[in-house]
């Protein structure tokens, strides 16, 4: 599977038109070119009510390969769904928290970020780390030298500038 069956995915599965009243908003490794195989297409929702979030998903997706709809039990109690369509697997994130503050669409910012300030050093790094396994999150963290939890120590590069990301890109024999 390449990048371009991957929006050909998006574009036969009709996702994007059907949850465009939640603000969808495609994030993770495939946008970021850092994909490896059984990456999934993750889409991050705004859901004011996540019973008609799952409603549409229900309807339009319940036939598709490997279908499941659950919600969180904790905190806003998102709803998420997954399914596979063209041979690609999907995961929806639908959660009442607006997209911008949402934690996946913050780590995609911030990796987005990182990688334009990058030389190709840190893409390398994170890809390398990926292909052994690690998902997106842990592998920028190794790849930067963060300790802890890696989506917590991604969570709190967003509020940098980008004059000090690439001074921890630099600091990091990255940039």
Known sequence: MTIGHYASAVTNSAVMEWLE???PR???TLPLGLA???SDIDIVCHTPDPDAFADIVWNHYQSADDFVLYRWTAGTRPA???FVWDGWPFELFGDQLPVRQQRG??????ERRLLALDDGRLRRAVGELRA???KTEPAFAAALGIHGDP???????AAETDAE???RLVACGLG
């Open 21 to 23: 009243p939640f603000d």
């Open 26 to 28: 495609i994030v993770g």
């Open 36 to 38: 490896v195989p059984g």
């Open 80 to 82: 998420i769904a997954r």
């Open 105 to 110: 669409w913050i780590h995609f910012e911030v």
């Open 132 to 134: 052994d396994g690690l």
């Open 151 to 157: 989506y917590l120590g991604l969570l709190a590069l």
């Open 165 to 167: 990301l690439r001074a």
